[in-house]
């Protein structure tokens, strides 16, 4: 999920490429109360740049059942570092898509999770289907767990044997890799109800079920066509997971190995 603004409290950066509706925290934790979400992890958005505030907001108001994802620049300091910690941040997002804002050079990012390992995060990355191959070597090399964000992206139509699926796979070869079964919408090209996107989230999930989240985009910023309903998106669940034990590691287990969720108040 992601929150927005709002835009007078919080500003957006200037220079971004859009501007979003303002989606705070209160929509979200509405939009959960109706669809049962007891737990939340909040990946901060490129509108705010390195502005973790909106993120950090929705988090403190959670007292620990939500956690977050930061964007930070690999310049960031220990105590930066240490203060998103603590407001319950658990990974840091880099953006290789041509639509965002570059990241650092992936061999700086790698390099950069040095210094994540000790605060016990990972790193994220959001990178476009034909980017997978080349980056991957220096994914390998990450001292800290690594999630591929939205199924890397891949095109759906291509089909399963198509060489960007098939660098993902391989890439998932690294027990250090996670993935992120997340943008059925973004990754098929039939539309809803996305029956083309199954298949490859049930590979992903043969694959490496022990190492995958999943994440509704909420509010599906920098969509193509129409918004996505967010109840046929869920519904997919039980297509992608057809097994009670798949989906208790997809949406219980995993995300708490992952982002070390607080224990619940009785």
């Known amino acids: 999920m992601h929150v927005f603004g709002p835009g007078t409290r919080f500003p957006y950066e200037a220079g971004r490429a859009t501007t979003p509706a303002d989606?705070?925290?209160e929509k979200l934790f509405a939009l959960h109360d109706v669809l049962g979400i007891?737990?939340?992890v909040i990946v901060h958005t490129s509108v705010h740049g390195f502005d973790?505030?909106?993120t950090a907001d929705a988090l403190a108001a959670k007292g620990g059942t939500y956690r977050g994802v930061a964007?930070?620049?690999v310049t960031v300091s220990d105590a930066e570092l240490k203060a998103l910690d603590a407001a319950g941040f658990r990974g840091a997002r880099f953006h290789y898509m041509r639509h965002l804002k570059q990241a650092a050079r992936i061999d700086d990012v790698v390099a950069f999770g040095k210094r994540l390992a000790a605060l016990g995060w990972h790193l994220h990355i959001h990178m476009e289907a034909n980017r997978i191959a080349e980056l991957s070597p220096a994914l390998h090399r990450s001292p800290v767990p690594v999630v591929i964000d939205h199924m890397g992206r891949i095109d759906a139509s291509l089909g399963l044997d198509h060489p960007?699926?098939?660098a993902l796979l391989r890439l998932l070869d690294d027990r250090n890799v996670w993935v992120k079964v997340s943008g059925a919408d973004r990754i098929s090209r039939q539309g809803p109800p996305y029956a083309d996107a199954v298949p490859f989230a049930r590979k992903l999930l043969d694959l490496a079920g022990d190492r995958a989240v999943w994440g509704l985009d909420w509010p599906h910023p920098n969509h193509q066509g129409p918004?996505?309903?967010d109840g046929r998106l869920i519904e997919l669940i039980a297509d992608m997971a057809p097994d009670a034990h798949a989906r208790q590691m997809l949406?219980?287990?995993?995300p708490q190995r992952l982002y070390r969720f607080a224990t619940p108040k009785e």
Not at 251 to 254: E, F, G, M, P, S
């Open 23 to 25: 989606a705070p925290k």
């Open 38 to 40: 007891e737990r939340c």
């Open 52 to 54: 973790n505030r909106a």
């Open 71 to 73: 964007l930070v620049p």
């Open 164 to 166: 960007h699926f098939q």
């Open 227 to 229: 918004v996505p309903d």
């Open 251 to 254: 949406l219980v287990d995993n």
